[in-house]
């Protein structure tokens, strides 16, 4: 009896640990899909980024100078993109993807503000908002909000905030890593499902998951088309930010 009990035990428990994991199967790239590197260690250049790429240069690292005030300052060496120059530009990768897994880190200033757009369009945000409660699309690793541009900046609805705020403050390298799916057009053009992040994690905790964006993000919503591939943009008008370790890989043969 006792045997037996034991035994009813452990199939208990493995029936209720198998259902927990089921619950967090993400579905990752097919086995042969190598990374793409578009910013790494060995790069001494912004070789595939597109031009224009005012405002940035190459360094060994980004550190937060204690003096105030919204700066970044660079180290000499490679393998870091960092925008201290004078009104700089977003930076586009030349490549263009349709569903990828993107790994990179980033480093803000003090009140700095920036993001990872995928297709050029659905962004990430990242902000310095270490600590701040509650979550919104408005912080670091929010699916960014709809808004209306110049003149009048109006958000048209709240994005998707992440579950959990975890961010770092400003001056420390930080990890973002997510998958994303191209929206699908059928043969006449129209769209027949939106693009998604399947997930995303910021830091190592998962803040998204299964998240649909029906529309581009920001104030390119009405003024950017959709499309079915696109590239990389790192956005670099909106503060001093550094990036680092920036790669992708294909997400092939994975189910819708």
Same mark, same amino acid.
Request: negative net charge; aromatic residues 10%; proline residues 6%.
């Given at each position: 009896?006792?045997?037996?009990?034991? $035994?009813?035990?452990? #199939? &208990? $428990?493995? #029936?209720?640990?198998?259902?927990? /994991?089921?619950?967090?199967?993400?579905?990752?790239?097919?086995?042969?899909?190598?990374?793409? *590197?578009?910013?790494?260690?060995?790069? @001494? !250049?912004?070789? %595939?980024?597109? +031009?224009?790429?005012?405002?940035?240069?190459i360094v060994g690292d980004a550190t937060l100078p204690p003096a105030p005030g919204k700066h970044l300052v660079g180290s000499?060496?490679?393998?870091?993109?960092?925008? !201290?120059?004078?009104?700089?530009?977003?930076?586009?990768?030349?490549?263009?993807?349709?569903?990828?897994?993107?790994?990179?880190?980033?480093? /803000?200033?003090?009140?700095?503000?920036?993001?990872?757009?995928?297709?050029?369009?659905?962004?990430?945000?990242?902000?310095?908002?270490?600590?701040?409660?509650?979550? *919104?699309?408005?912080?670091?690793?929010?699916?960014? =909000?709809?808004?209306?541009?110049? =003149?009048? &900046? *109006?958000? $048209? @609805?709240?994005?998707?905030?992440?579950?959990?705020?975890?961010?770092?403050?400003?001056?420390?390298?930080?990890?973002? +890593?997510?998958?994303?799916?191209s929206p699908r057009f059928n043969s006449a053009g129209e769209k027949t499902s939106p693009g998604r992040f399947d997930w995303?994690?910021?830091?190592?905790?998962?803040?998204?998951?299964?998240? +649909?964006?029906?529309?581009?993000?920001?104030?390119?919503?009405?003024?950017?088309?959709?499309v079915p591939a696109g590239p990389v943009l790192l956005q670099g008008n909106h503060g001093p930010v550094a990036f680092r370790?920036?790669?992708?890989?294909?997400?092939?043969?994975? %189910? +819708?």
């Open positions: 009896m006792k045997n037996f009990f034991m $035994l009813s035990t452990c #199939r &208990f $428990l493995f #029936r209720s640990l198998s259902a927990v /994991l089921i619950q967090f199967v993400v579905v990752w790239p097919a086995a042969g899909a190598e990374w793409i *590197t578009l910013l790494g260690a060995e790069h @001494d !250049s912004l070789s %595939a980024w597109r +031009e224009p790429q005012q405002g940035w240069r000499p060496g490679q393998g870091v993109a960092i925008n !201290s120059g004078r009104e700089p530009v977003d930076l586009i990768s030349r490549e263009e993807f349709t569903d990828v897994e993107l790994r990179l880190e980033f480093m /803000l200033a003090r009140g700095s503000n920036s993001g990872v757009k995928l297709n050029g369009l659905y962004e990430i945000q990242f902000l310095d908002t270490a600590g701040a409660e509650p979550t *919104t699309g408005n912080m670091c690793g929010g699916v960014y =909000p709809r808004s209306l541009g110049p =003149p009048t &900046f *109006t958000y $048209l @609805d709240k994005g998707t905030a992440p579950r959990v705020n975890s961010a770092k403050p400003a001056g420390e390298w930080q990890t973002l +890593e997510l998958a994303f799916r995303v994690r910021l830091n190592g905790e998962l803040i998204h998951e299964h998240v +649909e964006v029906n529309f581009p993000t920001g104030a390119v919503w009405d003024e950017s088309p959709e370790k920036v790669a992708v890989r294909v997400i092939e043969g994975a %189910a +819708e």
